[in-house]
């Protein structure tokens, strides 16, 4: 089996020397047990997990396991079906206001790490009657089925994502690639079409779901805009979702 390795340089900052350590057990006392040791980038206050497995693993394990060690049967239950469609809102309402009051297009979207598919779901009911193109990029076998039903195409790699796209989300996944910047910047932000939009939304580092299992960043405000502003991006919103649990972001790509 493959060992995770210790993280001693900085994904963010590529600050190289001593990380302070962060006492989760303590931030949390008595909500939270977690035997995961998390650090501290001393240069740009990133906070990651100490070890890490090697990239390819850790995108492997999305595949399947990942919603097995969700749920008994890995299937999605209906409270996270519920979940899915609640986060969805305050990001489509937030886009819908700058699509008033920027003029910015909506007719084409895609949604890395999209899940059930609720957003782009909700997106072509609810909220852009101009959607004409939707694609989820979803590695989780258990998700397929979902996007089948509601009438989603998906490709499982975001390498098989073809063309530009005017809005791109990532809800609730930059925290769990093991290179976000990486990942973000030569992966992502090429699929953005020049002035078109990516719309992050990550946990807040001042919740206990921040440093859940499968996490390996917690970021704060500060970090998350520093990662986009890094990839290329003008941020144009950063602010505060679910009372204070996560972080809203969007970031529009230069000409
Ligand atoms: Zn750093």
Known sequence: MTQPDQI??????????????LDVSAMFKFRFVTNQKWKVCRSCDLVFRDEMLPEEVNEEYYEYQYREDLRPDGFPEANDIRIAYVRAQPQLAF??????????????????????????????????????????????QQSWPF?????????????????????????????????PLDYVRDKMVPLIRPNGLLLVEVPN????????????????QETIGQLLTMAGLHVLMNT???????????????K
């Open 95 to 140: 886009l819908s206001n700058l699509q008033d009051k920027d003029k910015i297009t909506v007719e084409s979207m895609i949604d890395v790490g999209a899940g059930l598919g609720a957003t782009l779901h909700y997106a072509k009911s609810r909220y852009f009657e101009g959607i004409n193109r939707v694609l989820a990029v979803e590695k989780s």
């Open 147 to 179: 996007l089948d039903f509601i009438g989603i195409p998906y490709v499982s790699d975001i390498s098989e994502a073809e063309g530009q796209w005017d809005v791109m989300i990532a809800s609730h996944v930059v925290e769990h690639f093991r290179n």
């Open 205 to 220: 580092h001042t919740s206990t779901s921040a440093f859940s299992a499968a996490h390996l960043y917690a970021f704060k």
């Open 8 to 21: 001693t340089q900085c994904h963010l900052c590529n600050y190289h020397g001593e990380m302070d350590e």
């Open 240 to 254: 505060l979702v679910n009372n204070n649990k996560s972080i809203l972001i969007a970031g529009r790509k230069g």
